[in-house]
């Protein structure tokens, strides 16, 4: 989705901070998954394109049948994000993580509604911040991350950008570690509340959508 390398211009340090924890919240969720579902993501569906591909080609139904329910969710997840995020304005973010909390609350009650939960909540977590300062933000695209940072470095070396240019997509990428890494050790010791601590995650940043600037 970005466009550009550049870190975000001098945006206040609660926009920077919402953002990067937004980024975590979606690392730790999807680690939480992975691990619960055997190699299933519910944010980064890259990973799932290329799993349902294998599972066509290995004639898999069943797991290609819910491979493909799952980036289904997850699109549905980002229009349902994305419709509320234009009806509600300027309380959208304030809107898109409360349903994402209800919507994590809901795989944590509700074991049958699990992976559904989860995927329509990671949807609509997309659907929350688009930009920083001057540059575009996806919260759970590593890929593309990890290429504005390698292209950041590259113009870096040949002296084309100053350093710093590489640090802002650097820094998004160790959010989504830093969650993937929190995900995985809150489930192997706390695995009943795994679930409940990224609803109680959203529901904190909801509170705090407002008072986030420089964000879009």
Sequence with gaps: MADSTSPPAAGPLAGLSFTLTLVALAGYVDAVSYLRFQGLF??????????LGVAIA???????????????????????GTLLHYRAGRWGNTCILLLTAALLLLA??????????????????????????????????????????????????????PAQDWLWPGTLWLAFLTGALSGAATLRHQPTRVLLLAAGLSLALALVARRARGIA
């Design 108 to 161: 944590h009650t509700v074991p049958a509604a699990t992976i559904a939960g989860l995927t329509l909540g990671m949807g609509t977590l997309n659907a929350s911040v688009h930009q920083v300062g001057r540059i575009k933000v996806s919260l759970t695209f590593v890929t593309g991350t990890l290429v504005r940072m390698g292209t950041g470095l590259a113009e870096w070396l040949s002296g084309r950008a």
């Design 42 to 51: 519910v944010s980064f569906m890259s990973g799932n394109t290329t799993s």
């Design 58 to 80: 290995q004639q898999n139904a069943a797991k290609a049948g819910e491979l493909a329910g799952v980036v289904g969710l997850f699109i549905g997840g980002v229009l349902l």
